[in-house]
């Protein structure tokens, strides 16, 4: 016989332990409410995950990697926890066997404001691909030295859903500004976390599988406890509630549930990998070089170790590849082959067989969001018929009762699809849970 749900009485019940849950949970907890965190997992942070056991040397991240922004509401905290953070500079692009100087950043500067002048002037259903094809921004490509194919890379790694099935509006949707300054920090991406959840009520390995609701009513429940709140804070991505891994009922409004799907969950795969030096200490992989471009289907590679003490024996570089490419390393059964694909493509831009870089790799993790469990999502973007507002509309509270934070909802100016995104939205859906409070209060 099943064991009977036992049932836990609190103010607030948040949904996810990601950036948006925990730090909406810490304003919740600073006010004085009763609040708790379910968390599906074994371990807080989401899409934010730092290990050690890839590199002994520094943390490795195997999610989200770097601030982006000077303006970002992460500093904040930086700040407030006194995290060490560093600077992460632009480097090369792989173009025809060569690596050249890298001009991303003031290309995708200008072209997000070129997409910006063409939403406000009408334009903003006009097919991406369209968009890049037109003679404004071939001009933009011979002043930056890049080619068109590099640019679509980029828009991959950046957007992680298909190209051919977004518009402009897409590409203003989401900001690129993280291209004119990146910060890392220092003891892991990780540490921002571990250091806003330390008192929280965070009970990890507790996925939520039910929702049953009413205006100020609400009764969560997971495999073997019954949770019952006056409000809900519900964080998970999209690919999770675009799967309706957790039942809600009565069932989330339309406009609601149009909000989600005009939204792509993204694909991204992130991997990281240990190298071995030589017996002189020399590596493969320029140690001045910090990141490099390829118009290859593996994007965006870069040293993870950069800034930190260089190792004589071993060195590291991470990868993210993201929209369609991602699923180029679905089609592989065995992780063996899945970054021999790496391996493969890196050793290409180096003059390196696929034996030679298999000899010198030491350790490699790889995790492909969009298939992870709880996850199902790489970064949202907008889709081609996706209203702009639905962002808007998902960050809405529904009766006061149901808030939905993360990086897919828009509830400020903030950048979303971003971890600052996330944070803020969980930080403002709290804020307008001490307001419900307050009214309710005074009534």
């Known amino acids: 016989m099943a064991e009977r749900a036992q049932d836990t009485q609190v103010d607030v019940i948040v949904c996810g332990a990601g950036p948006a849950g925990v730090f909406a949970l810490r304003e919740l907890h600073r006010a004085g409410l009763r609040a708790i965190c379910l968390e599906a997992r074994q371990r807080i942070g989401g899409r934010i995950h730092t290990v050690r056991s890839v590199s002994q040397r520094h943390p490795t991240e195997l999610g989200a990697e770097f601030i982006h922004g000077k303006d970002a509401v992460t500093w904040k905290y930086i700040n407030e926890f006194g995290l060490e953070t560093q600077e992460f500079p632009s480097g090369k692009a792989h173009v025809d066997g060569a690596l050249n100087v890298d001009h991303s950043q ?28 037109s003679p404004e921004v071939t001009v933009l490509l011979d002043q930056s030295h890049l080619t ?10 950046d957007l992680s859903a298909p190209l051919g099935q977004l518009s402009v509006q897409s590409l203003v949707d989401v900001q690129t500004d993280g291209y004119q300054s990146n910060h890392r920090i220092v003891g892991g991406y990780g540490e921002l976390i571990r250091r806003a959840a330390e008192g929280l009520d965070i009970r990890t390995g507790c996925p939520v599988r039910r929702i049953v609701w009413e205006p100020q009513n609400i009764d969560v429940f997971t495999a073997r406890e019954k949770f019952h709140a006056r409000y809900a804070v519900i964080t998970l991505p999209v690919g999770v509630l675009q799967a309706r891994d957790v039942a809600f009922d009565p069932a989330l409004p339309k406009d609601f549930l149009d909000a989600l799907h005009a939204l792509d969950p993204g694909r991204a795969v992130k991997s990281a990998m240990v190298f071995r030096r030589n017996e002189k200490g020399k590596a493969f992989w320029p140690d001045d070089v910090p990141q490099i471009i390829t118009p290859m289907k593996t994007q965006l590679y870069w040293r993870s170790d950069w800034g930190e003490p260089q190792s004589r024996g071993a060195f590291s570089v991470n990868n993210l590849t993201a929209g369609l490419d991602a699923e180029y390393f679905d089609d592989e059964e065995s992780p063996v082959d899945r970054m ?3 391996l493969r493509q890196l050793g290409h831009i180096f003059g390196r067989s696929l034996g030679k870089m298999r000899s010198m790799l030491k350790v490699g993790k790889q995790v492909a969001w969009h298939n992870d469990q709880y996850a199902k999502t790489g970064y949202s973007t907008l889709r081609a018929e996706g209203d702009p507002a639905a962002r808007k509309v998902l960050g809405t509270p529904i009766h006061n ?10 509830c400020s100016e903030e950048d979303v699809a971003s971890v600052h995104g996330a944070i803020d939205s969980g930080l403002i859906t709290a804020q307008r849970i001490l307001a419900c409070e307050k009214v309710e209060s005074a009534a």
């Open 106 to 133: 003031q290309c995708m500067a200008a072209l997000h404001a070129m997409a910006i002048s063409a939403s406000k002037s009408g334009k903003g259903d006009t097919p991406l691909k369209e968009f890049l094809r």
């Open 340 to 342: 021999d694909i790496l």
């Open 401 to 410: 009762t149901l808030f939905f934070a993360g990086e897919a909802t828009r």
């Open 148 to 157: 068109r194919r590099q640019l679509q890379q980029l828009l991959k790694n």
